[in-house]
């Protein structure tokens, strides 16, 4: 180590490849691969009750969320995204339950609020790891909080699905 090798910055981490999204309108793409299940089915009570909105959950395979459709970010937090996609659906991606109380340990926001993103790129990194840790579940929740706005808010069956595919069709 030299003298001045002291006063170098870390590398910065390297961000994640985006991944190949079926966005179009009327749909919402999986933000993370996984096994999708219905929101009935988790444990987190304002998710499950579709207080917030319709969607899918996905328990996830990988550290990484993708965004699930192309628009305009409404909302970063660590934790979450919201998106207001081209077409007009207002999705949230939520990366695990009870995970605002971690305060970001672990998990780490990509993008900024007012950006724009394209379906696949990626939204958030995230600990599976520390999240077990903090004595939580990673459980990525898709929810699409305008759901009124929709005739139907249809989410696919339970079962694996890939980061990208669609998990959610919207009809007027």
């Given at each position: 180590m030299g003298l001045f090798d002291f006063f170098k910055k870390a590398a910065?981490?390297?961000?994640?490849?985006p991944v190949s999204a079926s966005w179009a309108a009327g749909v919402v793409c999986a933000p993370v691969s996984g096994k999708a299940v219905q929101l009935s089915e988790t444990s987190d009570p304002v998710f499950s009750s579709e207080a917030m909105g319709k969607g899918i959950a996905i328990e996830p395979s990988g550290e990484v969320a993708y965004a699930p459709v192309s628009g305009t970010v409404s909302a970063s937090m660590a934790h979450a995204v919201g998106i207001t996609a081209d077409d007009g659906a207002e999705v949230l991606v939520?990366?695990?339950?009870?995970?605002?109380?971690?305060?970001?340990?672990?998990?780490?926001?990509?993008?900024?609020?007012?950006?724009?993103?394209?379906?696949?790129?990626?939204?958030?990194?995230?600990?599976?790891?520390?999240?077990?840790?903090?004595?939580?579940?990673?459980?990525?929740?898709?929810?699409?909080?305008?759901?009124?706005?929709?005739?139907?808010?249809?989410?696919?069956?339970?079962?694996?699905?890939?980061?990208?595919?669609?998990?959610?069709?919207?009809?007027?």
């Open positions: 910065e981490p390297a961000k994640p490849e939520h990366v695990g339950i009870d995970t605002v109380e971690m305060s970001g340990n672990g998990l780490t926001c990509l993008v900024s609020q007012d950006a724009r993103v394209e379906a696949g790129q990626p939204i958030v990194s995230f600990s599976k790891s520390k999240i077990a840790a903090a004595g939580k579940k990673d459980t990525v929740f898709t929810i699409v909080t305008n759901s009124d706005d929709y005739a139907e808010v249809a989410p696919v069956a339970d079962g694996p699905v890939d980061a990208g595919s669609v998990v959610v069709r919207l009809t007027k």
